[in-house]
């Protein structure tokens, strides 16, 4: 089994517990207690990018610190918000 599945399957059970309990009225919108279910939950989807370069890194046997900090740039809300905005990118007079 590849090791990032557990870690979806555990973020999925953990919104999933949220929705129920939110749909049972158990917790509502905006308590405390779901917004620490729905961010445990997310917090395997918002770095599974991380979590897929270092399982990239083992298979292609390299440095795994290397491939975790190009994920971590790829993911950092800065860069992210960047390219949102379909400009062109100049760094040093380099296209």
């Known amino acids: 089994m590849s090791p990032l599945i557990p870690a979806i399957i555990g973020g999925s059970m953990v919104k999933l517990l949220a929705m129920i309990l ?4 158990v917790l509502t919108k905006g308590s405390p ?13 918002f770095f599974l ?5 270092a399982s990239a890194a083992i298979k292609f046997k390299t440095n795994m610190s290397l491939a975790i900090a190009i994920a971590g740039v790829l ?13 062109l990118v100049n760094m040093s007079n380099l296209p």
């Open 22 to 25: 939110e749909m049972s009225g």
């Open 33 to 45: 207690t779901l917004t620490i279910l729905n961010v445990i939950g997310d917090g395997a989807f």
């Open 75 to 87: 993911v950092h809300p800065s860069f992210i918000e960047l390219m949102a905005k379909a400009a």
């Open 49 to 53: 990018p991380l979590m897929v370069a």
